[in-house]
């Protein structure tokens, strides 16, 4: 296995019942391995991936570390819908990200190396984040809602001039955490 690739199985039913599909690296469309895009229960037993509820790595980010994951309400999601997944290329022990106001990093910016659970409470007086430079070797999970709740986008290293390059509709973040659990 290499440093980026991992392993996930999905499951058609809950509790980790029926049809299975194991994936070791990028998969764009379960439907292309014979799997149907209903999925009830994960087990990821190494890495941490995305997963997208539609194919070609579109539609709604769920972050799935290592563990268990009985029935679709522990991964965050409102239905049993999963289209294609991969594992996440960039984690380590240096964490840092700096978040803009604006776009093409103007307006204020504030840096953070470990989680926040709500970013007003740390001083972004700001509503929305619409630029994230992501720097080390870690990746992030920016939360549409205090407390790591909400819809997820995962970054990774690199510069996101505006919130559409990390699949959002806007620039609402409300909280983030780093990528920690994956072996």
């Excluded at 290592?66 to 290329?89: L, Q, T, V």
């Excluded at 984040?129 to 992030?140: E, F, K, L, Q, T």
Aim: proline share 3%.
């Amino acid at each position: 296995m290499s440093q980026y690739s991992g392993k996930i199985i999905f499951y058609e039913g809950k509790c980790f019942t029926g049809r299975k599909l194991e994936v070791c690296g990028d998969c764009d469309n379960f439907q292309d391995r014979g799997f149907l895009n209903r999925v009830n229960s994960i087990r990821v037993e190494s890495s941490a991936w995305i997963c997208y509820d539609h194919p070609d790595f579109k539609g709604h980010q769920y972050i799935l570390e290592r563990g268990e994951y009985p029935d679709f309400y522990r991964w965050n999601a409102h239905n049993d819908h999963m289209g294609s997944c991969r594992p996440i290329k960039m984690h380590g022990e240096h964490y840092r990200i700096e978040l803009f106001e604006n776009c093409d990093f103007n307006g204020q910016c504030m840096e953070f190396c470990e989680d926040c659970p709500f970013l007003q409470g740390r001083g972004w007086n700001k509503t929305c984040v619409n630029s994230i430079r992501v720097y080390g070797d870690g990746a992030w999970v920016l939360y549409d809602e205090p407390n790591y709740r909400g819809r997820m986008y995962i970054v990774e290293r690199g510069n996101y001039h505006s919130h559409t390059e990390w699949q959002a509709q806007n620039g609402n973040i409300q909280s983030l955490r780093r990528v920690v659990n994956y072996f």
